[in-house]
């Protein structure tokens, strides 16, 4: 079974910095894309960044590109999201996910097959 565990929450002031890892219990995780996802309280899930396997192909939404950075670790087994000039619309749980056999980036929550628990992230103005 595919385990995801985030950790790198916490509580900032806006303009401030955060940096997420996802920690995934998979021996082939190099070979599915991964993705960062978000949901506020009375808000639908969304996308927030989605990495490729091999080659590390990016897609953020516009509401974090330029301020967001998703990276990854295939030795390591690791997945991050560098989160910059964070803002109060910011604030929500934030979740890992890894896809069941694609390899391409996507912001499609249907996509994804295994997900984390979740890490919460508050910015305060």
């Known amino acids: 079974e595919v385990q995801l565990v985030e950790s790198g929450g916490g509580s900032v002031q806006s303009g401030g910095s955060l940096r997420l890892s996802c920690a995934v219990s998979?021996?082939?995780?190099?070979?599915?894309?991964m993705g960062w996802f978000r949901q506020a309280p009375g808000k639908e899930r969304e996308g927030v960044a989605s990495?490729?396997?091999?080659?590390?192909?990016?897609i953020y939404a516009a509401s974090v590109k330029g301020r967001f950075t998703i990276s990854r670790d295939n030795g390591e087994n690791t997945l991050y999201l560098q989160m910059n000039a964070l803002k109060p619309d910011d604030t929500a749980m934030y979740y890992c996910?890894?896809?069941?056999?694609?390899?391409?980036?996507?912001?499609?929550?249907?996509?994804?097959?295994?997900w984390g628990q979740g890490t919460q992230v508050t910015v305060s103005s």
């Open positions: 990495i490729s396997s091999y080659y590390a192909a990016t």
């Open positions: 998979r021996y082939t995780y190099s070979r599915y894309s």
């Open positions: 996910a890894s896809t069941r056999g694609n390899s391409y980036p996507s912001l499609n929550g249907a996509d994804f097959a295994y």
